[in-house]
């Protein structure tokens, strides 16, 4: 017989008992691997009630009979984590919602089968970003670009061109891409930090002084990262801040000495590599529709300064903060929990609409081709 403890107020799922047996009328449980307790009880027809033994110190413990599976369990959780810290929880009709999800989550057998409640539920919150983490595999409910994205937007965003592409257009202005990066957990942001620095200061040091920076291509990973391996550019100071469904209480995305800060927590640590004393002049930022996420975080830092403007299309609309909940053996919920504002306290709910729109003629291949480009250097000029 095998046994498993889940206690979700605590992030413990189907946790394994070292010992679990059957004796008469009585239920001996022993767990030796997570935590060192032992459980003895009397098994009665809705509950085992008995005493709980850990750490030295000694409870009654009573274990009610669900009606419900684990799965349904599992579900339950992720309802009342959504209920309680979604970005729009108040236009749920959360009766209706528990009822349907209940019932997609008793047919389930696996985690797999699961997934398609736990998606109805980010539909029901329109969570767009928001997603399931199971088995190193994300699951959204939203996963397609919009029908605006021009062939070589597709072609360029899904192809071979994800490196970071820096060019020296003329002796003043550079051109500076930065695609999609590594997300932070992978442990390859702050390389990634490091790599964009390394271009930025190579331009830096040929006296560049205006930029376009290219996020057409960037659909996430570690804004950390990215606005670090901008820090010349940007400065230091608050950029933008993650606020709540009204706007407020920031949680303000701060630079210092050149390392990104998320409120007071360091988030990179390469530090500011550049010794150029060179400061930045105008900054154009291209967007287009796959513009997502943590490249919507950095179109919105620069949106904070007074020497920026945006080009472009508007972008994909997942300018939200993600919280991630344990709700099952291996099974995280993300959901979108708040909004980016820029340091002018401007928040964005539907993404970024650039300041000068400018539909289709991306050109990645030959840059001076392209409309966005041509716009952004026409401001420049200017």
């Known amino acids: ?62 274990m009610q009979k669900s009606d419900r599976t684990l799965y349904q369990l599992y579900a339950a959780n992720a309802l009342d984590i959504a209920e ?79 490196e970071i592409v820096s060019v020296a257009i003329n002796d003043s202005i550079a051109y500076l891409r930065i695609p999609t990066s590594p997300d932070f957990q992978s442990g390859e942001d702050e390389a990634y930090n490091q790599q964009i620095q390394k271009q930025v200061c ?57 390392d990104f800060y998320d409120q007071q927590e360091q988030r990179t640590s390469s530090g500011m590599r550049c010794k150029s004393q060179t400061k930045p002049g105008k900054i154009a930022v291209l967007t287009g529709p796959i513009t997502a996420s943590s490249g919507e975080a950095v179109a919105v830092a620069f949106r904070s300064l007074d020497n920026s403007r945006i080009f472009g299309e508007p972008t994909k609309g997942f300018t939200t903060g993600l919280s991630g909940f344990a709700v099952g053996k291996d099974l995280v919920f993300f959901i979108a929990t708040t909004y980016y504002a820029d340091a002018k306290g401007r928040v964005y709910k539907q993404g970024v609409v650039p300041d000068t729109q400018i539909n289709g003629g991306d050109h990645f291949t030959e840059i001076l081709k392209d409309e966005k480009v041509k716009a952004a250097l026409g401001w420049i000029g200017r």
């Open 202 to 258: 190579d331009l830096l040091d040929k006296n560049t002084r205006h930029w376009i920076i290219d996020l057409r291509l960037n659909y996430g990973g570690s804004m950390f990262a990215m606005l670090g391996g901008l820090n010349k550019l940007i400065g230091d100071g608050t950029i933008g801040s993650f606020v709540n469904r009204e706007g407020k209480e920031p949680h303000n995305w701060i630079m210092k000495g050149g």
């Open 84 to 162: 309680k810290n979604a970005l729009n929880s108040k236009n749920v009709d959360w009766a209706k919602l528990r009822d349907s999800v209940s019932i997609s989550a008793g047919k389930a057998t696996s985690v797999d089968e699961l997934l398609p409640a736990l998606q109805t539920i980010l539909r029901s919150l329109q969570d767009k970003h928001g997603f399931v983490y199971f088995d190193k595999k994300s699951t959204g409910y939203e996963n397609n670009d919009p029908d605006r994205v021009s062939p070589a937007l597709r072609k360029a965003a899904y192809g071979n061109d994800k």
């Open 1 to 62: 017989m095998k046994c498993h403890l889940s206690i979700p107020q605590q992030q413990m799922f189907e946790l394994p008992a070292s010992e679990c047996k059957i004796v008469g009328d009585s239920l001996f449980l022993e767990f030796s691997k997570g935590m060192q307790a032992k459980f003895r009880g009397k098994i009665g027809a809705a509950q085992i009630a008995g005493t709980w033994i850990q750490a030295n110190l000694t409870f009654p413990l009573a």
